[in-house]
């Protein structure tokens, strides 16, 4: 029996983390699409080597410095439309940096140019560029 190869969209992880404030960690994306604009910190899944929690928490590392927690789920997003170069789903999930102390630590990494803490009432987060659809996954995690 011959097996067909049907295309597939890419698989990312994104993490929402608050700190003990109410901010929230964005990056400032280094690489396009948006540039310069902000992001959850996340990325692609390892295909055939990690879960797409282990990918979260990995990127959430790798982009932000900081060892989080997972406390659950936001949501899947899978808008073929969500990002402009294909068609990918994420999984969003919520965490908390271990320990809570440690979130002013967070420092730029891999293909993030900045850290920013935000408070996700503000004005100016408001007027912040946000890339992807990063605003809607903020706006459900935070009700």
Known sequence: MSQTEYPRPNVTADMLIPNERGEILLIQRGNPPFQGACALP????????????QCAL??????????VEIERLIGVYSDPAR???WHTVTAAYLAKPVPMETSRQAIAGDDANA????????????????AFDHRAIIRDALG
Do not use: C, K
């Open 58 to 67: 990995r990127e959430a590392l790798e982009e932000t410095g900081l060892r």
């Open 83 to 85: 990002d402009p170069r």
């Open 42 to 53: 996340g990325g692609f899944l390892e295909v055939n080597q990690e879960t797409v929690e």
């Open 115 to 130: 850290v920013v803490w935000i408070d996700p009432h503000s004005a100016e987060f408001d007027s912040l560029p946000i």
